[in-house]
């Protein structure tokens, strides 16, 4: 028993050092600069996200989604989801973003997404049960020409553009 004991003592002193040999590395890595890593590459980064932003902005402004979605023979349902699954995988696709670009305006961004789901889903839900996709285009189309909030994404795009300009 005193042997087992000894054995085990002496692997969990090898792991404890073991361990703090890898956290010593890993600190020693995250601090780790490459040479020429400076303020302009920093802020390279942050004017890329902010284009990337302006970029999904444009995607998922509802004219433009429709123009790019709409597909003949679908029922509305099948293109509201449709819809909603394209702004969320825009959106997914570019979350990252948000660690180069200001709080608000990554809560503008996600703001917009919120409101074209909103939108989408509130217009859906006032048309029959079986209207197609043209009719659900169509509303949502009056709505974005008629209502601010419809074109909420031409403030968010502004936004991003006023951000990005003081960086240059």
């Known amino acids: ?3 087992t004991i000894i054995i085990l003592l002496a692997i969990i002193l090898v792991l404890a050092v073991s361990l703090v040999f890898f956290y010593l590395k890993l600190r020693k890595l995250a601090s780790f600069r490459p040479v020429g890593a400076t303020y302009n590459e920093t802020r390279n980064l942050q004017l890329q996200a902010y284009e990337r932003l302006t970029l999904l902005t444009d995607r998922v402004a509802l004219p433009n989604l429709l123009s790019r979605i709409n597909r003949e023979g679908l029922s509305a349902k099948e293109l509201q989801l449709l819809l909603l699954q394209t702004i969320r995988q825009e959106f997914d696709y570019n979350i990252t973003q948000q660690v180069y670009v200001s709080a608000d305006a990554w809560s503008a961004v996600k703001n917009l ?10 217009v859906a839900s006032m ?3 079986n209207a197609n996709a043209y009719e659900l285009s169509k509303v949502l189309l009056e709505y974005a020409m008629k209502d601010e909030k419809g074109n909420m994404h031409t403030l968010v795009s502004e936004a991003l553009s006023y951000e990005a300009k003081k960086l240059l």
């Open 113 to 122: 997404k919120e409101q074209n789901l909103l939108i989408i889903n509130q």
């Open 127 to 129: 048309l029959p049960d």
């Open 1 to 3: 028993m005193d042997s």
